[in-house]
């Protein structure tokens, strides 16, 4: 239940208001009622694995869904998803987004080739600034797919006024 899973429950929202459906698919949790809430549609799948060697048969679920429910647009927000999320969107032809949320430690060859999932989208986005100059510093990409949109709170739902000192 952090930023990455408060972000997929806003961007549901923002797109079932907005009159289309969202489909998010995830391991579940505790937000799966708040994606539902909002009127997206949770699909509870195997994706959340780091070992490659399954990235495959998650990869094939994947575009069963994306073929079974006419999904115009793949968009991953965390690494181990988005390997599978990268091979279904291009075998089905349809577009790729990442959302890249952090720094990610990449102090080795393997964890920077992990990483770089993030940076294979159609369209990259960055949540802050510094996280655009992150990824233009330490990956090649192509400056052009790359946006910055930075992650905000709902004042309504997480009221400033309700954080207490202690």
Known sequence: AGGVERGVVDITA?????????LVGSQGGPMVRDVQ????????LPIGTRNPLLYRRNAALLTGLIQDNA?????????????????????????FV??????????????????SVMTKGDRVIAISDFV???????????????????????????????????
């Open 14 to 22: 923002a797109i079932v208001r907005a009159g289309w459906r969202a």
């Open 98 to 115: 990442t959302t890249f949320h952090g720094t990610y430690g990449s102090n080795n060859a393997l964890k920077r080739w992990y990483n």
């Open 71 to 95: 999904v115009d647009l793949v968009h991953a927000r965390s690494r181990a998803p988005a390997w599978s999320a990268m091979r279904s969107a291009r075998a089905t032809g349809v577009p």
């Open 37 to 44: 809430r909002v009127g997206g549609t949770h699909f509870t």
């Open 132 to 166: 655009n100059q992150h990824i233009r510093d330490g990956y090649k990409i192509e400056t052009d797919k790359l946006v910055t949109i930075h992650r905000g709170v709902d004042t309504s739902q997480f009221d400033p006024a309700a954080v207490t000192a202690g």
